[in-house]
């Protein structure tokens, strides 16, 4: 039976141990904080304590960008294991794994789940189910390993797999989860937030669900993406200032178009309940 | 027993009348299109149609802004009878209302709660459940009549229930319902977004749920409350460029500084899971 190690057990990490032991895989987990281990053992989420990196088959990092970064150059492995991040940028994990010759087979994925809550308490062997799941592949992908995940992608339920380049991921990944965290923290900047209790329904508590982002891991990652954020921000603040022209202009016409056009391109998406 | 009828049955007026027939009131229903009348009949929403409407002792008047205004302004209604609006907006509606002398005593709703599909198919006795409810009141508002209506909105299972003034109401909605509804809008229109499918999580999921607004009606809503929108929209373009200049300025402690900024608020919002 292959030898599987998550290295960091917050939200992701802990699911991926959490999925993978329930469909009855044997996992074990490492974390730089000794009680978060100790609570994966006691939920039952992972079998024992991952020591050496460099004895398993299998690996999933499941880190903040730096320290993922760090574990990937620096850490020793197994000759041909299998080493999967689950960072949201991608190009820059690319350029760090094929930097130079590796013992290990990389496999860059991006699990399309989360809370907006973080850390080993929020973790549940569900988290994936249905969820999207982005596998990243570039010319050194092996094909094997690219299977073997997949299989561990299936058993830890996701949804829809798909296959891209790390720069198309880095690029769609801007607009489908980075500008999101950037708007939801902007909206609740508004002076009147703070005395909105009663006077919201659905559409602000989604509006603001993920407003609370980690400032350290986001900017790392906002940072490792800079350029295709910066075009979606752009995108987007040049969007708002139509409506903007049009309320100042008290041109209801143009308003009205501006609305149009957003309900016309949101009937094509396909929605997906959760 | 009170006669009870509403106008307007949409997803809003059609659950009004839903809710109030399972809670044990007998309401009549009327709208422009007979077929939503006869879906309503059919589905138990109500007990039959409502023709004249002078006789009745409670009206909810569910229509769009420019008809409720004009039902608001020029229907026979019985002497003393209770008339609530459900309109999004109030200080226009009050301005109709309280130009001249009325026989009725006007209540001003703005039950929070929707979905992102509209229509008495979407209406269901069960929308208003622990959803926040807003009563608008002026210094006209009559207090057995808002009493009355208090006891309709338990009986129609809402949650919280907030008292303010209609400045109040517009204020705050502009903030908590319409500039949400705006920023979905503009969020769809990223050239990327067509061939997002596979690279979504709930972030995007939430941020784009309410885009496919109706143009009309909302731009209705949006031109009544025109300068509220206006600060909202421009606060939140202002707070977006400054996480667009901390990327181009390559300045991630600014952009850190900024999402701490927002955690920290968002910290403090009571998050109700609806």
Redesign the interface.
Same mark, same amino acid.
Request: include cysteine.
């Given at each position: 039976m292959k030898k599987i190690a998550i290295i960091g057990l917050g939200i992701i990490g802990g699911s991926i141990c959490a999925a993978l032991t329930k469909a009855g895989y044997a996992v074990d987990g490492a974390d730089i904080d000794e009680t978060v281990v100790g609570y994966a053992l006691g939920k039952g989420y992972i079998r024992g304590k991952a020591e050496d990196i460099s004895v398993y088959d299998v690996v999933f990092v499941a880190a903040p960008p730096r320290a993922t970064i760090n574990i990937l150059d620096s850490y020793s492995f197994k000759n041909g294991a299998i080493v999967c991040d689950i960072c949201g940028v991608k190009q820059e994990m690319e350029r760090v794994v094929y930097s130079r010759a590796r013992n290990y087979r990389y496999v860059g994925l991006h699990p #399309? =789940?989360? @809370?907006?809550t973080s850390g080993i308490a929020s973790a549940s062997a569900d988290l994936f189910a249905m969820?999207?799941l982005?596998i990243v592949l570039a010319e050194h992908t092996d094909e094997e390993a690219l299977n073997e995940v997949k299989s561990y992608a299936k058993a830890m339920r996701f949804g829809? *797999?798909?296959e891209c380049s790390a720069e198309e991921?880095d690029?769609? *990944?801007a607009?489908? %989860?980075q500008? =999101?965290? /950037?708007? %939801?923290?902007?909206? /609740? @900047?508004?002076?009147? /937030?703070?005395?909105?209790?009663?006077?919201?329904?659905? %559409?602000?508590? $989604? #509006?603001?669900? *993920?407003?609370? /982002?980690?400032?350290?891991m986001?900017?790392e990652l906002?940072?490792h993406n800079?350029a295709y954020?910066?075009t979606?921000? $752009?995108?987007?603040?040049t969007?708002?200032?139509k409506?903007?022209s049009a309320?100042?202009n008290?041109d209801?016409n143009a308003?009205?178009?501006?609305?149009?056009?957003?309900?016309l *391109?949101?009937?094509?998406?396909?929605?997906?309940k959760?």
């Open positions: #399309m =789940a989360g @809370k907006e969820a999207n982005v829809k *797999i798909v991921h690029k769609k *990944i607009l489908t %989860s500008l =999101a965290h /950037v708007v %939801s923290n902007a909206y /609740v @900047k508004s002076p009147q /937030v703070a005395d909105c209790d009663g006077f919201t329904g659905g %559409s602000f508590q $989604d #509006m603001t669900r *993920i407003a609370g /982002v980690d400032e350290d986001w900017t906002y940072f800079r954020l910066l979606e921000l $752009d995108g987007l603040i969007n708002l200032e409506y903007k309320l100042i008290e209801e308003f009205k178009d501006a609305l149009k056009e957003g309900r *391109i949101r009937e094509k998406i396909k929605f997906k959760k």
